[in-house]
């Protein structure tokens, strides 16, 4: 059974920084980050396919996150700066492989990691 483990969530405070850590898939598969708050639909963050400059980022994140694989493609990171209380959500890891066209939605990632929780407060 695919497994994607998320960590590396928290709580802090506004202009601050976390990095998210997701181990499972890697290799030809694309990596991706969602996030989802309370009453809303989860929504596409930034993704990464199968290289370094082939990434795609939501443009409310654009500037701020920054999405990135380690050399064995096996972890996929999500280095968020700059921190705000819009960005608290649970954020999940997902793996597929999508076209370009399908790339920011929730339908053409077949594995999710179980969440984990990001909170942006004073």
């Known amino acids: 059974q695919v497994q994607l483990i998320e960590s590396g969530g928290g709580l802090v405070q506004p202009g601050g920084s976390l990095r998210l850590s997701c181990v499972g898939l890697g290799g030809a598969f694309t990596m991706a980050w969602f996030r989802q708050a309370p009453g809303t639909e989860r929504e596409f963050v930034a993704a990464n396919r199968r290289g370094a400059d082939d990434t795609y980022y939501a443009d409310s994140v654009k500037g701020r996150f920054r999405i990135s694989r380690d050399n064995a493609k096996t972890t996929v990171f999500l280095q968020m700066n700059d921190l705000k209380p819009e960005d608290t959500a649970v954020y999940y890891c997902?793996?597929?492989?999508?076209?370009?066209?399908?790339?920011?939605?929730?339908?053409?990632?077949?594995?999710w990691g179980q969440g984990t929780q990001v909170t942006v407060s004073s």
């Open positions: 997902a793996a597929g492989r999508p076209i370009t066209s399908t790339i920011r939605t929730v339908r053409a990632y077949n594995y």
